[in-house]
């Protein structure tokens, strides 16, 4: 999964906690981004990065913040779970323009 | 603004037959395309990409897809489908002339099932 690792890989929790995701990459890629998946609607983009310290909203951005003080980590924090937050979560990377590198997944579940 | 839309659900082949998953998008400016599989539990591998140049786009595993501009498609194809090929199948746009973050718009996924 080209250099990408995402920590948990499963989490179960409950309403109302808070709740954080980490994405580390080890190719030093500039471009980082988080994107929840559900059926029927594919991939959509959360939170994007474009540096350390550099992020902007993505489609899906309410409930959600994200952080990079380095550049190998980009983490996603759900401040208050909430059971329309259980998905797949996924980070991805990218240098360029081109194609981006997907990360293995975390499974979230909201009781 | 970009869109992507892949309007079959689930496309069923035998194997040994080609096959093809459809797409079709939308971009103000010029479009970068990309296929994408995921296998079950896994995450997105990328499969090829149109950027500039020719129209037809080999790939990884044999696949390839034929950018139209004129029909806004970019349908993925494989001239011999495999078991092996099932999977989730995504198409991705970003607009050339949107540099805020390289950001991707993924269609809804498209199901390949072959059957032997």
């Known amino acids: 999964d080209a250099g990408i690792t995402q920590s948990p890989r499963h989490k179960v929790t409950e309403t109302g906690t808070p709740v954080t995701l980490r994405c580390h990459q080890t190719?030093?890629?500039?471009?980082m981004y988080w994107y929840r998946q559900d059926p029927g609607h594919g991939l959509r983009l959360i939170h994007y990065?474009?540096?350390?310290?550099?992020?902007d909203k993505g489609e899906v951005s309410d409930g959600y913040s994200v952080s990079r003080s380095k550049t190998e980590d980009f983490l996603l924090t759900l401040e208050s779970a909430t059971s329309s937050q259980t998905s797949v979560y996924f980070c991805?990377?990218?240098?360029?323009?081109?194609?981006?590198?997907f990360g293995p997944g975390t499974r979230l579940t909201v009781l | 603004a970009q869109s992507v839309a892949q309007p079959e659900d689930q496309v069923n082949v035998a194997e040994g037959n080609p096959l093809t998953v459809k797409c079709t998008y939308s971009?103000?400016?010029?479009?970068?395309l990309f296929w994408y599989v995921q296998y079950p539990n896994r995450g997105l591998q990328f499969l090829l990409k149109?950027?500039?140049?020719?129209?037809l786009v080999k790939g990884s595993y044999g696949f390839e897809a034929e950018f139209n501009k004129s029909q806004t498609s970019f349908h993925l194809k494989k001239p011999s489908a495999l078991v092996s090929d099932s999977a989730l199948y995504f198409c991705?746009?970003?607009?050339?002339?949107?540099?805020?973050?390289?950001?991707?718009?993924f269609g809804g996924g498209t199901r390949l099932m072959v059957k032997p």
């Open positions: 991805a990377i990218s240098e360029s323009a081109g194609e981006q590198f």
């Open positions: 190719e030093n890629h500039r471009y």
């Open positions: 990065s474009y540096g350390v310290k550099d992020t």
């Open positions: 971009v103000s400016g010029n479009p970068y």
């Open positions: 149109y950027i500039t140049g020719d129209n």
């Open positions: 991705a746009v970003r607009d050339m002339n949107n540099n805020a973050g390289n950001m991707l718009t």
